[in-house]
Nanobody, 126 residues
C-alpha cells in the first residue's frame, strides 16, 4: 500500500520561505514513471493545484504561483519537496501531496490521482 506523508512547519512568518516535504513509502512496484504534485486548500476555499514534478525531473507550475514556487525530488530518500518564497497570510492552507501515473496539470479532482497524502496545515502569521 503506497502512502504519502507531508511534513513541514505548521507556522511560518510572513516573507519567509516555506519548505514542505512529501515522503513516499510502501511502493510495491517501480515508481520510475510516476508524477508527484502539490495541491493546497486555503480555509473556506476550494483546492488549488500548485505544481507537479515528473519522473524525469521536469516541472510544471500554476501560472499564478510560478514566480514563487519550486518543486524538487530526492529519489534516494523517496521524497519530493515544495518551496514557496515570500509567503503571505494568503498562503495559509492545508497542503497535500499526490501521486499519479499520468501527467496531470491543473486538476484537483482526487479521483484523477492514484494516491493522496493526509495533508499538513500551514499557517502564515507573525
Amino acid at each position: 500500500q503506497v502512502q504519502l506523508q507531508e511534513s513541514g512547519p505548521g507556522l511560518v512568518k510572513p516573507s519567509q520561505t516555506l519548505f514542505l516535504a512529501c515522503t513516499v513509502s510502501g511502493a510495491s512496484g517501480p515508481t520510475a514513471f510516476y508524477y508527484w504534485a502539490w495541491i493546497r486548500q486555503p480555509p473556506g476555499k476550494g483546492l488549488e493545484w500548485m505544481g507537479v514534478i515528473s519522473y524525469t525531473g521536469s516541472t510544471y507550475y500554476s501560472p499564478s504561483l510560478k514566480s514563487r514556487t519550486s518543486i524538487a525530488r530526492d529519489t534516494s530518500k523517496n521524497q519530493f519537496a515544495l518551496q514557496v518564497l515570500s509567503v503571505t497570510p494568503e498562503d495559509t492552507a492545508v497542503y497535500y501531496c499526490a501521486e499519479s501515473k499520468t501527467l496531470i496539470i491543473g486538476a484537483t479532482d482526487k479521483n484523477l490521482y492514484d494516491y493522496w497524502g493526509k495533508g499538513t496545515q500551514v499557517t502564515v502569521s507573525s
